[in-house]
């Protein structure tokens, strides 16, 4: 199965930014929908924003609509996700995996070790 390692995750002081990047295993890659999803100490996993393989449809949570930008690349079969405008409710483990755009949800089941963002002051 397709795999993800996440990375670029910090503490950073609220207002900051921060830009994670979570590459694949396989350049099949190219063919999914892929998203981030995170998870905060307590709660279950949430779908933050997915893009669609040709990247024309991207869809993102209203809690971070405008802040975060989903983009992928596809010859370094990466995808990555610059949040500015951080906010202590962003904290939590940050995930990528492929997902359906317009429910920002998933099936899948081979979830790396994520990236923890911290935001505090």
């Known amino acids: 199965q397709l795999q993800f390692v996440e990375s670029g995750g910090g503490l950073v002081q609220p207002g900051g930014s921060l830009r994670l990047s979570c590459e694949a295993s396989e350049f099949t890659f190219r063919y999914y929908d892929v998203g981030w999803f995170r998870q905060a100490p307590g709660k279950e996993r949430e779908g933050v924003t997915c893009?669609?393989?040709?990247?024309?449809?991207?869809s993102y949570d209203v809690s971070v609509k405008d802040r975060f930008t989903i983009s992928r690349d596809d010859a370094k079969k990466t995808v990555y996700l610059q949040m500015n405008s951080l906010k202590p409710e962003d904290t939590g483990v940050y995930y990528c995996?492929?997902?359906?755009?317009?429910?920002?949800?998933?099936?899948?089941?081979?979830w790396g070790q994520g990236t923890q963002v911290a935001v505090s002051s």
């Open positions: 893009i669609s393989s040709s990247s024309s449809s991207i």
């Open positions: 995996a492929t997902c359906l755009v317009s429910t920002r949800t998933t099936g899948f089941g081979s």
